[in-house]
């Protein structure tokens, strides 16, 4: 049953202003090299970087160790190769 602001219940809102919070479901500090692969194929995808960070549940600065290659340097190769072999 919709809320007072016709919405379903998950929606969680700011308790003062009622504004509409995205939930957050996973928290990760740090990214394997799983991740670090799907880093690299959604942002080939055309991903925006912002969306990436919110996507896997991490800090910017994890992915744009990925990005870079100082993390899981062989993550974009990995992300090319699933990408072609489609």
Known sequence: MPDLFGEDP???RHPMTGVVL????K???????AEA???HIL???GVTYTDIVHKLGTNANRIGEVLRGEEHPNAKT???RLLTAC
Do not use: D, G, P, S
């Open 37 to 39: 692969v799907t880093v």
């Open 10 to 12: 998950h929606h969680e």
């Open 22 to 25: 995205n939930t957050i479901t």
């Open 43 to 45: 942002r080939m995808q």
């Open 27 to 33: 928290k990760r500090r740090a990214l394997n090299f």
């Open 78 to 80: 990995e992300a090319y």
